[in-house]
Structures are given as C-alpha cells and as structure tokens.
C-alpha cells in the first residue's frame, strides 16, 4: 500500500471540510492520467501524480455536476465516496484551476431555479371561524334540535325554493343556520372550521365572516332559482352551502394571487397550472359533497358563488400578492357586524312572516 496524502479542502464558499486520508491512484487510475496527459498540466508536462480531493459534499448529484464541470475543462477527475460524503479527486498542480471553474459554477446557478414568492398572510390566525362555528353546534343542540322534531323554526327558516325566489328571501341565510341532525352539524362545523379559518389569512376574519356568509345566501338563492326554474318542490337546510363558499373563496383567491404573480415574474404559467385551485375544489366537492344525502346542486352553487365573491376579492389581494398589510380592525369588526346582523336580521323576519 502506497503513502497516504492527507488533504485539507475547501468548499465553494470558503469553508473548511473535514480533513480525508486518500491514496494514491490505483492503476487503473494512473493510466487513465496518462493516457490524458494531453490535458492542460496533463503528465506529458512533466508533473507529479499527486491527488487532492475537493469535498466532502452531499448529495452524489451535487458532485456530479461538479464533475461536469471539469469534464468540460478536460481536466481529469475522479469521483469517490467517502464516510464524510462525495470528494472529487484531481490532480494537485489541477487544483486551482478545479475550485475556481467550480466556485464560478456554484456562482451562476447560486439562485437558480428561482424560488418562487411565498404568498404572507394579510391577517394573523384568529379564533373568530372557529367561534362562529361552535356558536352554530350550540343553536342546533339548545335551540333547534333535529329536523325529525319538526320544529317551529324549522318551518320558517328552510330554504323552500318556491317561498326563496318569492315572498320569503331571508330562508337562503336562515337556512345556513339548521341542520337534521348531529352528525350534519358537526361535520359541517369540522370542515367548516378548516376552511374558513384559511379564508381569514386572506380576508381577515370579518371580511371571511361576511364572504363565506354571503356565498352560502347567495348559493341558496341559485340552488331555489334552479329548482323553481324545473318545476321542483325542493327544500334544503344546511351550512354546507357556506362551507362549500369558502372552498369557493379560497380556490379563486389562490387563482387571482398566481396571475398576480405571474405578471410581477413575467413567468407564463400552464392551464393545468391555472385551473389547478379551481380543480382543487371541484375534488374537494366530489370527496365531501356528493353524499346519497347532500344536496349536490347547493353545494354546487355554493361553490360558484364563493368563487365569484373570491375573484371581486382578489382583486385587491393580486395588488399585494406578496406583501402584508397591516390590519384595519375598525374595518374587520364593520365586516364581521355586518356578516351578524344579515344572520339575526334574517332570522327576525322569519319569525314575524
């Protein structure tokens, strides 16, 4: 066994490696510097067979594309793995020349790919959703009951498709609020927690409280329009609507953010990649929303109604993709007092119809 050269490496950014104990070329590997002795410093210019190694470095793909880099200076090179990692071997009057072209490499591609922006939250997480939603479970377990009992309020809070596009609109909002039993409160209470409590990063969580409210009426109000237009005696209780509003919302706000980002990057995006939110809730709407017992037409018009209110929305979120703003609370309690008042206020007219 011949003499061990112990090396003392550097990486491209000037920081010390962990020393490694090499050997000298195998055979095979001095042949190979012979036979590329016509390789600038190469043996027909009189130099030792002395090797350094520059590493370690995880992982092999990094030291391969090293390796590329000094194929194309025809240098020769080995590649090895060591316990510390992948070294790669050169030749020592090879060296200098070796770290720069790779510290020049290491240079060009330092940013690249690009990464892309990651969206901030406009607003700070907030309890507001999941209060909402809790408040919605205690009105079905201390006031409502399941719609079995045939309750008083049931009566005049459901969404009848014929009494919604006439003499009673307020049952699209009211409506939002009854459910038929525990399970269809609390899963609609669970899921609706998820969602909506996303939709307050963006919105804050009276402008959230106020969309998602907004696209569960306005979704009711669609889904009794289309029954009447068929001729159907159709009714629906449920805050599934909303729910699927803010699946709506979230879907066409992360829409108008990538455009937003787009225009800024000047990057062109794929229409797999552009549809890609709007197919996410289309997916979210057959996984949760296609039950032999849903109605599949409110959350479907749920869904639409929270992506209209999402785009109008969006419009001022594109203009600070990836910025935060500070929060206006006078602005979020407004939102929110208003999203309140539409919910008792409906509920008021119900109860003196």
């Known amino acids: 066994m011949g003499e061990q050269y112990r090396i003392d490496a550097r990486s491209p950014e000037g920081e010390r490696f962990v020393p490694i104990a090499i050997l000298p070329p195998a055979r095979g590997e001095r042949a190979a510097m012979v036979q590329n002795s016509d390789a600038p410093g190469g043996e027909g210019e009189g130099h030792g067979l002395g090797i350094t190694a520059i590493g370690p470095v995880m992982?092999?793909?990094?030291?391969?594309?090293?390796?590329?880099?000094?194929q194309s200076s025809e240098l020769w090179h080995a590649v090895r793995y060591t316990q510390a990692g992948w070294v790669l071997l050169v030749r020592d009057e090879d060296y200098a020349f070796a770290a720069s072209s790779i510290d020049r490499y290491e240079a060009e591609n330092r940013d690249w790919p690009p990464r892309r922006p990651r969206e901030?939250?406009?607003?700070?997480p907030s309890i507001v959703a999941?209060?909402?939603?809790a408040a919605l479970a205690l009105f079905f377990f201390l006031v409502t009951g399941p719609a079995s009992g045939g309750g008083r309020l049931f009566q005049r809070g459901a969404s009848v498709a014929d009494l919604v596009i006439g003499p009673e609109p307020w049952r699209a909002i009211t409506a939002l609020t009854l459910h038929a039993d525990s399970a269809h409160v609390l899963g609609n209470v669970i899921s609706?927690?998820?969602f909506a409590s996303a939709v307050q990063r963006r919105l804050g969580p009276g402008g959230a409280t106020l969309a998602v409210v907004a696209s569960g009426a306005l979704g009711n109000f669609a889904n009794a329009l289309w029954h009447h237009s068929l001729g159907h005696h159709h009714a629906s209780?449920?805050?599934?609507t909303a729910v699927f509003g803010a699946i709506g919302l979230l879907a066409a706000t992360q829409l108008m953010l990538d455009r937003a980002h787009d225009k800024d990057s000047g990057e062109k995006r794929h229409l797999l990649q552009l549809v890609a939110p709007l197919v996410g809730g289309l997916s979210l709407l057959g996984a949760l929303?296609?039950?032999p017992r849903a109605d599949l037409g409110a959350h479907v018009f749920g869904l639409i109604s929270g992506a209209a209110i999402g785009v109008v929305a969006g419009l001022s979120l594109r203009k600070h993709a990836t910025t935060s703003r500070p929060s206006r609370p006078l602005v979020q309690v407004a939102l929110g007092a208003t999203a309140t008042g539409l919910v008792l206020g409906a509920w008021q007219l119900a109860l003196r119809a």
């Not at 901030?120 to 700070?124: F, N, V």
């Open 59 to 70: 992982p092999e793909r990094k030291v391969r594309e090293w390796a590329l880099v000094l």
């Open 120 to 124: 901030r939250p406009r607003h700070p």
């Open 130 to 133: 999941g209060v909402a939603f």
């Open 192 to 194: 609706g927690t998820v």
């Open 237 to 240: 209780i449920g805050a599934s």
């Open 289 to 291: 929303g296609a039950s």
